[in-house]
Structures are given as structure tokens and as C-alpha cells.
């Protein structure tokens, strides 16, 4: 019974249920991010697992791993996996031919109706499952479970036999789904517009929304008129009927019973499945082919084309994967299965139905290596954040910088850039999930947990969201309740209990702090949480009720008030409950107050958020009883007069009684041990002379240490080394000696977090015989791990970024996707075009956050590269100059913070977007090698001429602007994208590649902004004022409205630009000659 309580808090779906036959989102490779060992072969976990379609695009992915991958497919729902075997076993056999055989792989998979000649195949396929059974060298599955699907396989022959091949019962089916549409699905109508209402959606679907919102999704804006509504109306065909096929039906002769109810023949499809989603983004090259045919059926024959490609990569592998299967609860699944480790686990449900610390805890002990990846997904990000970063942060109720140190994972999208792909979609963006990939990060050694002040908040900021209370003000709140819904004081415990794991001397290393105190109607469930994640017996408490006439009564009363409602468990003396009822009762429903406050006038009631609920059903389909399993702690002094009751969370409405709990089945039971423990345990010291670690306080920035010194003598000679390996500037450990006294050993201290070495600040202090140590975090530096991560890119190989054959922009697609950049509300000219070079734009600049003005510098270097340029310059805006001071700095020092060199051609990034591979020297850097006696002067001037003077070339360097932030953020961009790539042939035989390198061999692509449907509508106002000012200004080269150097006056007229630069620009001549004493400073002529 301990396996069946989860973290996560539990939802009545079986009073409204959902079924997802296949994904509602693009497919994906789960090991495109994967950089560690293949040679013993590959595990995967796929929880959560709806189709396949992920199953097979990975292994088309990685044929280098055939015969040696193992994958674990995982899902709450059996028809989902009768399914899911039934199309393995059908692309599996012998006899299937990819060619010919495709139309009834596509009609199994995603059509309504089916012809006579796929039903007669489906009940020849499922016959031969049940007679022949699994192939067992490659398909596994508990035999209890194979039972139940070999159930759900003959329903469907049995349906087959009866209602399911009747016409009449076609057209009723093919009816109840478009109006199970139209009403909203599972939700219903009703709640969906209050959604929509409180801005939680975009719009209540329909069918014609939902096929807006699936030719959104297609991006096809800028197709051919002819073929752009050829997709639109097999799209629109696909949601009225049900059926995208390649030729018309011949004849309607069955329903498809694997995306109906087993037994009831219920609709219960996820309204916003679509086929059509696993095969995005569309090509229009491979779509344009047959534009001149008759056919009306483009998309469905692409989607087909690619389905039997992946069909035909996994038949062409020399030995299957073994597959194994296990229907559970997702986190349930852990708990099921043996200590299995995986290389990746693909989280396909959305974090914000488990709880994203809730994955975590669960999914930590079970990756295999530091290079294991985890996978997870949001759905309502935009409903918590206006950007990817601060979702993130909310979501963990921690900065980005602490999330390795209070849940063990380091997150691998780089989330304070932005993002890495262009969504062109707008409006029905939310709907669209946004992925993590996450890592095991180092954990601490020999170093101890306190609970510093930023921790502590973390901490309370983590528990305020698992103790869920009732009371939600505000619009805003609500939309933030639904994300935390899944958040329970287990959830809050399990964090905790990590992060004091190693303290083992105390059984309960946290009882002492002081924001410990909860209302005392959760005190009973932060005693059993508590208990049973630090490894004390609970009791579970389980009863089994009949599903009497009471209770379905209830049941069907909150199908009708509630779809799906989010529980709470009360423990509640019968008097107050029959007191509360009786007041209700009393009560228009006008006036009632919500959320209801059970615990008023009565300190003796108790909230629980874990348990778990089981209905079972009958032979018909219908429930017989419940099951209703909670925790307690082992002595917990309910009296025999407390009822167990579910409310509704947000409402605390009533949904059914469960009886005395002292007539319960109490049984005592203890968590199992995981199999070793996230965090270190200190070594025990016997010796007189020793290093030990006496606290560590961890802020956002920074590991503030103390290092205790055993010694009778006074301390002498401190070194420290660390495990950095260059050109990567951070560490994760670092190790403190002595040269006196003779004998003491070194201490190594390890830190989930890397910290720059350069900035470490280590102290002897002789007194208090201790070492005090400020460790600086590598906040703006690449990862230590992503130095040697491989395989990298081979920029060689890459094809050419060239203009979409279908643009139709008034602009060029490439000045398209630098202004999608844009997020910027001031100095709108500031979007990558005209003379962003020029030092009259300081004061704007300053105003730019530094995300805002590395894409301001990033747009620069694109635009001019179009126009001829190859060699730019960034200089350093001190906040303390002025113009005159900036101007004569940079005429007198000639250093600017980084010289670029660009190469051409522009590439097509494996992202998608415009990749231009450039040669960067970091000036500062090289100054700093220079200073340290690692490269001499006069090479490093050598090298610069060689790479950066081009005397063929016709434009002299163009220049800009960067602040002390910018200037930090765009390095950290610069030496994040080295890391993933190898260095041209170029780069190779051109630039010095050492380790004491100043050069960076790296490239720039734009970092688009963050699109949602939830933007404040002042914000999505003002960036379409933005881009509307990009489009006229880029209209033509010759009309760009470039600012004017002295005064900034904007215009449509052709300006004067200085006749020996050839780059400022001035509105009137006076213009020009009141500012020729500054510009002659730095003006460098040029070869037009």
C-alpha cells in the first residue's frame, strides 16, 4: 500500500475522463542532447508516454545505436498501451511492407472511420495478438497487466463484432464527437469561457478555433495562396469528421475502436489532439512537389511520407529495441519498478500536473551518470512569467543560480537568453509546451548545509505553495494556484529531507527552524510528510467503500459543478460536519462564501493533500467501489468521532464522505531506501591534524566558507588548486594545503555550482586557526562539463541559410528574424539597423537591460554583414562617461572590449535559424595574458593584423557600443556557443587554438523573445509598434531612417553621411559641422 501515495496532489479525472491516443505536439529525438557513453548501450524512460511517435523518431535518429537500446514506456491509461503494443506489433512483423501498408498504419493510428479493408486487417492483427501473444525476445510486460490488455483487445473484436461496424451507429459517434468538441471537451463550455474569462486560455475552443489554432501552429503565413489553403482545408476537414486521409473512403464500414471508451464506446479524445502536430514544422519544398496535383490531400500525404521513413528506419535496424511496458501513475512508476537507471528520462506529461520538484525527487535517483539527461515539459509557463527565466525561478521559488544546490539538477537551456528557435505563431503560442533539459549536478563534499538567509527564503517561499490553503485573491493568484496545484507538503518535505540527507545525527534536522510552524489544521500532515521522507514509519490508512447510492449521487453532482476537480482530504469531527452541512443547507446559494472554512470554530480538523484514490469497476465498465489510502504519522491521536471527507481545493465544496476513520485499516509501514544518498557524507578524522568545514553560507552570487583548522601550532603557508581545465574559467572543486604543520592533510571541497577561479578569495586567519573563502559563481561562464561535451558541431558541413522561396516580407527574411529579437520600449530605432555604431546612442543604451543590448549588437553585426562589412568592434560605455570622455577614451587607448571577424556564408544552424560563424578576439583577455607573461605583445599584435586588417576589403570596421552588463553577457554568449561547435577549417589553420588563447573560434545567432498569448496588452501594443517601425525602415536599403549623430532627428529623407567614413549620418550640413571637431577623433576613412 506505501507504493500507492504519491507527492503530487491527486484530481478526480474519472468523473470527467480524458484519452490521449497520440501527442499534441511536434515529435523529438530524446537523445539530441545526450553527450555520454554509448558502448554499453542506451536506456530510455519514457514517462508518460502517449504514442510512440518519439519512440520512433529517436531511433531514426541513432542508428549508431542499434541493437543497444533498451526503452521503458510508461503511461497511466491501458488502451493507451493496448495501442501502443498493437502498432509495434503491426511495424514489427515480417510480412509488413512500408510501401504498401502505410494508409493502414495511418488509419489504425489516427482516423475515426475505417474502410472495409483496414477493419478486415485489424481483426486479423488482433486475433494474432491474442493467440500468439507478445514477441517475447524484445516485448516485456507483467503478466498481470498483459491480463488486462488482452481484455481490452478482445473488446474491441467484440465491439467490432456488434455496434461499432453499424451505420447508424457510425453517424452517432462522428455526431457526439463534434459536439464533445463544441462543448469543450472534458471541461465543458461553462468553465472553459470562465477560463477564458480569467486569461487562463486563449479562447473557449470550437471547432473552427481549434483549426485556427492547428494552422497557426503550421506557420504556413507565408506559403503560395494555392496550396496555403489546400492545408487549411484538410486541416478544417480533420476536425469536422475526424479522418485526414490520402483518397477518398470508399465506404464507411467501422469505427475505429482504439480511440473509444472500452466497453461504454465513449468520446473521450483530448480535443486538442491533432495528427497533424508530430510532424511539424512543415517543409514547403517537399509540400510545393505536388502542388500541380488534384489532390486535395497534401499535408496528410507529407505526414505519411515521414511516418513511413521512421517506419522504416526502425525496420531497417539490425536488432529491435527491447521494450518494456508498465501502466502506472507516472511517479507511481517508480515505485513499481526495480532500482532501474536511466541515460534519459522523457517526461512527457506537463510539469505543471506532477510538480516540477515532484519529478526531481523522483526521477534523481534513477539517471545513471552526471551525462544522464531529464526532459520535462511546460504547458501554462506564460500564465506565471512574461519570460521562459522567471517561469523557471517561480516555478522552483528559487533564482536559476541555486536550483543545482536545492534540487540536484543544473538546467542545460541557456533560459536567460531567450529563445534558441523562431515561433512565428503569436496568438496560439501558449498552447504550444516549452522543453528543459535537465542534468545531475555535482553535489556537495565535505562541505555542510546551513540554512542561509537566501535558503531560508527558498525555503519558505516553497512551502508557502505545498501548504495549500484556500484563499486565492486576485485574478493573478488564481492563475498562480493552478500552476503550484500539484505542489503537497510531501512535495516541500522530500526537498527538505534532500537537502539535510547527510546530516544522519539527527533524525529530524530541520524541526528547529523557525519557519517550520504551519497552521495547525496541516500540523498532522507535516508530521506524516516529514516521517516518511526521512525514512520513519507512518501508518497508511486504507478503507474500500461500496459505490453506494450516496456516493454516486455526489460523484455525478461535481461531474456537473466541477471537470476534474483537485482534492483535499479533511479529517473532521462528525459533529462539526453535520453542523457545517446543516448551515450550507441553510444557505441560498447566493450567499454562500467560498472557499468554505471547514476548520472554523473547530481547532481539531485536519487537511491531508497525499493520498490516493482507486475506483474500481465491474465486468460493464461501471464502478464498484472506491479505495481511499492516506498517511498518518504513527501515533497521530485522532479521536473516534473524525470522518474522512474530499473537498474541492480552491472551493472547499464538498465531494463525498468516506466514513470514521477509526473503522479504517491502519497498517505500519517505511519508505524504502533510495539506493545512496544525493549528498555526501563527511569522512569521519581520527588524526590531531586535520582540515574540516565548518559552515557554508550560499547566496544567489556567491559560496561564502569557513574551513576549520585542528591544530596545536599556528598555520602557515595556504595553497589551493583547483580542478579547472582551460580555456574554461570555472571549477566545481577546490582543494586548501599547508605547509605547516608538517603532516596535515589537504581538504577537497566540492560545490554544485562552478565558481570562477580567477576570483577566489581565500584568507589564513591565524587567530581563529580557519580559512575564510569567497567563492564567486561562475554566473556569466559556460558550464565546466559543456568544455568537453561531445559530439560538437561540424561547421564545415553545414548548408547555407538561404531566403525562404515563399517569403513575402517587405523586408528580408533574414532582417525578419534579427527584429524578432526585439522586446525593447525605448529608443525604437534601436532594432539592429541604421548606424547602431555611432556614440549618440549612449544614453539609450544605458537604459537597455544587458539581454537587450547583446541582441542590439547581434542585430548590428547582421545587418552590416549584409551590406559588405566583416570586421566589427565593440567598445566598452563606462556608466560614469560622457561623450567627450568616450570619444578621446577610445581614440587614446584603442582597446575595444572584442574584435569580430564574420564569415561568409551565413550557415543554417541544426536550430533552424541564421547562424553567422565569426572569429572573436576577447582584447581584455589578451591584455590579461599578456600581463602574465602567457603570450607576448608583439605575437598577439601580429595576429590581430593577420586575422582583423583586410586590405581587399572596401569598408573599414564597423563599431559599436556595449555597457559594462552587456559587455559581461555578450562574452558569456560568445564562449557559450564555442562549446557547441568544433572550429571551421578556417579557424584551424588561421587562428592560435591553445588553451592560453585569447581567440575564440564561435558564432552569433539571434535570441528571439519569449512569445505567449498572455502578454499585457500595453507590452504586445508596443512591440508591435516596434516591429511596425522595422518593417518601414527596412522596406528599402536606400530609405532607412538612420538617426542623426547630433541632433537624433528621424526622417525618411536620404541623410548626409560623412564623406570619409562613409557611416555617420547627419540631417543638415550645420549638423555635420558642429560636430567635425569630435568625429575627426574617431572617424576612420574608407575605401567606398
Known sequence: MAKLISPSRRCLKENAPLYFPFCATNSRNVLKDYKGSWRKGIKILFLGCHDIMNVLTTIASNSICDGRMTMHLNHSCPLTFARTILIL????????NVVEDISYLWDLWYNVVWPKSTLDRFVMDVKELLDRGLPNNWFFIKSDQLDELKDVWKGWLLSLDKKLIDSSQIEKVVKVRSEFIS???RFGKKLLNKLFSLKLIEEAPTIEKLSLMMISKMEI?????????????????????????SSEIPSKAALNPTLLEPKTHRWLVNIYSCPFDAYLPLPWSELEMNLSESTESHLTLYCQKVLKNLVASYRNLKKFPNFYFCWSDKLEYFHMESAEKFDVIDCSTPAEELGLPNIFAYCSPRLSSPEALLITESSLWATLASSIAQHVEKTLCAPVSMIPTLYGFRIKNPVDLGCLTLTKNERFGSFSPIRFTWSPAPQFKNVPFCVSPYIEVFLKKLQKKCYFMEHSNGEQHLKENVCFKAYTPLTFSLV??????????????????????????????QRAANDWAGYRPVRIVTT????THELKTLFNKTKVLFRAPNLRLILIPSKHLLKINLQLFATKESEKKYPINWEDQNPDVHYIDNFDLIYHKNEAGRFRSLQLSFFLPQKHDLTSDHSAVLIELFTGSMMMTMGAVAGMEQQLVKKPTDSGPLSSVFPKVSQDLYLETVKCQESENEFVVEVGINCKDVPKGLGFTTDRELPCEAAHQITFSLSEPVGIKPLTLCFPHPFMVDLIEATLCHSDRCIRVSLKKALREPWPASFSEKPKWDVDCLSEWKQSPTWQGSVSELMFHVAEQNTTKIGKHLLGLGNLGSVMHIPELRQLSPLEVVRNVIGTIFNYFEKGFDIFLTFNVSSHQSFAEFVLGAVQTKEPDFAFRAHRPILLSPCGSPMLLISVLDCRLSKKLVDKGHLKAKVATEYLKRVFVQKKSKHGPMFMNTTVEGSNLLRYVLRLNSTKMKPSSWQENNLPLGKDSPFLTTYISPLYREKCSYLREEED???KTSDQFFYEASATGDSQPNPCAVCGKLSRDKFKRCSRCKITAYCTVECQRSDWRKHKLVCAKSNH
Open 89 to 96: 506489433k503491426v511495424i514489427s512483423a515480417n510480412e509488413f
Open 183 to 185: 462543448n469543450g471537451g
Open 221 to 245: 503565413e507565408d506559403f503560395p495562396l494555392l496550396l496555403k489553403k489546400k492545408l487549411e482545408h484538410e486541416v478544417d476537414t480533420y476536425f469536422e469528421t475526424g479522418n485526414c486521409r
Open 496 to 525: 527538505a529531507s534532500r537537502l539535510t540527507q547527510h546530516e544522519r545525527k539527527n533524525k529530524n534536522p530541520f524541526q528547529h527552524w523557525t519557519f517550520w510552524e504551519v497552521a495547525p489544521q496541516f500540523k498532522l500532515a
Open 544 to 547: 474500500v467503500q461500496p459505490f
Open 1021 to 1023: 501594443a508596443q512591440s
